[in-house]
């Protein structure tokens, strides 16, 4: 069974760091690409950026360029979304999702979310 | 940049309706259109792939379909599961970029 396991809810202040996580099972990981989106509370959903475990390969949204930075770890199926300086603005559900190859590169399986709150 | 501009915000109809939402894409694309489902508390799930096909085990009732910018997907006889927001979501070629629709909210009327 595919699955897609993202780390738990995080609360944190402003300008601190954060790196949250996405593990992939029952697939061959290395083999599909990742993308990372971003769901503000009551809002929409917005693509940040994509990797491919299997090379590194990234791209980013311009709109998340320079504020996160995705990363992979296909030694132990993980997938990364990162800031160096968190912003009240950040507050969000971040879900990772898996590029299915059988659906033309639809996200056919997502994880279930990681709530970020970010507070003083 | 492709914007992709769902209507209406909301849509509120009374279970055995059918539905019809809306998504128009600002710039000419290839068929690289999604639909997905999401209910309160979930994560979202794929539909509908590249315009018009089911993905695995998506009722028959589901379908989608287009013309020129305007894409749709229609619920042909609305079960009380199918009230939840739905997403239309556009791919470029490759390497791939996604851009995402605002969402349009299926209620119980």
């Known amino acids: 069974e595919v699955q897609l396991v993202q780390s738990g809810a995080e609360v944190k202040e402003p300008g601190e760091s954060l790196k949250i996580s996405c593990k992939g099972s029952g697939y061959s990981f290395s083999s599909y690409w990742i993308v990372w989106v971003r769901q503000r509370p009551g809002k929409g959903l917005e693509w940040m950026g994509v990797?491919?475990?299997?090379?590194?390969?990234?791209k980013y949204s311009p709109s998340f360029q320079g504020h996160v930075t995705i990363s992979a770890d296909r030694s132990i199926s993980t997938a990364y979304l990162q800031w160096s300086s968190l912003q009240a603005s950040d507050t969000a559900i971040y879900y990772c999702a898996r590029l299915g190859d059988g659906y033309d590169y639809s996200l056919d399986f997502w994880g279930q979310g990681t709530l970020v709150t970010v507070s003083s | 940049e492709i914007v992709l501009t769902q209507s209406p915000a909301t849509l509120s109809l009374s279970p055995g309706e059918g539905a019809t939402l809306s998504c128009r894409v600002s710039?000419?694309?290839?068929?690289?259109l999604a639909w997905y489902q999401q209910k309160p508390g979930q994560a979202p799930r794929l539909l509908i792939y590249d315009v018009s096909n089911r993905a695995n085990g998506i009722p028959t009732r589901f379908s989608g379909g287009r013309s020129g910018a305007d894409f749709t997907l229609t619920i042909s006889s609305l079960e009380p599961e199918d009230f939840a927001v739905y997403h239309c979501?556009?791919?470029?070629?490759?390497?791939?970029?996604?851009?995402f629709g605002q969402g349009t909210r299926l209620e119980i009327k």
């Open positions: 990797i491919s475990p299997g090379d590194s390969y990234i």
């Open positions: 710039q000419s694309v290839s068929g690289y």
């Open positions: 979501q556009q791919r470029n070629n490759w390497p791939p970029e996604y851009s």
